[in-house]
């Protein structure tokens, strides 16, 4: 089914990479210049670059899903329903927008903002997960998804209206929010999300979703895309636009691609994420203490809060190595996840 119809896939992720290295390219120029700026606080003397690099990645995700509605409108049949393919562009964006909102309130002079002394305030801890609720009203209106989920040791559970008016939601402020909890390091957020897109690809081109391919295969596109600017040493910042992009994503593969308890798995890092962050109600900083070796220090000693307190605890490491680090550790989760599928686990 996938295979047949690889050029509808194919097409758009290579419009959508293209798209957002021109926007990239864009944004980093405009957004310098509008003030929409960050600080890339790692290094010996903190940098300020432009910020909210996502919304690009946001734009080349939603132009590659409409080039392939136009192809399913003018050129073949589309597998998909275009409704729900569409639903699915107006759920990123808007979320997408939450992060911008987010990114934009930049202030003269450092704050007290998640734990450290920033130049870029953002919205309110409570703000954040009242707003990205809006994203799940697009994917709300078409009842998105499959209502019965198979639950591992217990089988499948049909929550009937449920899904849509209660776990979609619920799943819309959670995982944008979480994502946007682990980052600070140049590369980290887009690279990890990169391997979990190729997760969710192997995932949807094998057991046969092709609206899980097809947005899987688009993300990965936008993302490396994002990457070649975003990777050490970066020259833009992804800010909360990108971090809840790749939330809405996500929420979109698992509800649309019948996914759900695969993409558990592989967001487990995430997930962890959460927890270490409420251990300290979330006023955390991920970043390390840099040293006179360039290597950095975590920033609380041997009390972890972050994944990333993990790896600075185990060893002294430079920047680059902690993004490196972590892909690794959710490429794991990939192959775990891959594995509990292929042996009827989940």
């Known amino acids: 089914m996938v295979y047949h119809s690889f050029q509808t896939i194919i097409i758009p992720a290579v419009v959508s990479f293209l798209i957002t290295i021109v926007s990239v390219k864009f944004t980093m120029g405009y957004f310098s210049s509008a003030g929409i700026i960050a600080e890339d606080k790692n290094k010996a003397k903190p940098l300020k670059l432009p910020g909210s690099g996502g919304l690009a990645v946001a734009f080349g995700i939603v132009v590659g899903i409409l080039v392939y509605i136009f192809g399913g409108s003018f050129v073949f049949t589309p597998v998909l329903s ?35 002394m920033d130049i870029r305030q953002g919205l309110k801890q409570w703000q954040k997960p009242l707003l990205t609720v809006i994203g799940a009203l ?45 980052g600070g390091f140049n590369g980290l957020e887009s690279g990890m999300a990169a391997v979990a897109s190729i997760g969710f690809l192997i ?124 892909c690794v550790l959710e490429g794991a989760f990939v192959l775990l996840a891959l594995l509990l599928k292929v042996y009827g686990l989940l």
């Open 82 to 116: 275009i409704p729900d393919i569409m639903a699915v562009a107006l759920s990123i964006m808007l979320i997408a927008m939450v992060g911008f909102i987010d990114d934009i309130n930049v202030k003269s002079k450092s704050v007290r903002a998640t734990g450290m």
């Open 203 to 326: 995932y949807s081109v094998f057991f046969g979703n092709y609206i899980g391919a097809l947005i899987s295969t688009i993300l990965l596109a936008s993302l490396l895309a994002f990457l070649v600017f975003n990777a050490y040493p970066a020259k833009i910042l992804p800010g909360d636009s990108l971090t809840y992009t790749i939330g809405a994503a996500f929420v979109a593969i698992m509800a649309m691609g019948n996914a759900e308890v695969f993409g558990i798995i592989i967001f487990i890092p995430w997930i962890a994420e959460f927890f270490l962050h409420a251990r300290k109600r979330f006023d955390v900083t991920d970043l390390g203490v840099r040293q006179s070796d360039g290597t950095l220090k975590a920033p609380y000693g041997k009390k972890i809060y972050s994944l990333t307190h993990v790896v600075m605890n185990i060893k002294r490491v430079k920047e680059y190595e902690v993004p490196v680090y972590l």
């Open 138 to 182: 697009p994917l709300i209106a078409i009842n998105a998804g499959v209502s019965a989920v198979n639950l591992p040791l217990v089988g499948p559970v049909d929550f009937g209206l449920l899904y849509p008016l209660l776990v979609l939601p619920l799943a819309v402020i959670f995982v944008p929010n979480a994502v946007n909890l682990l």
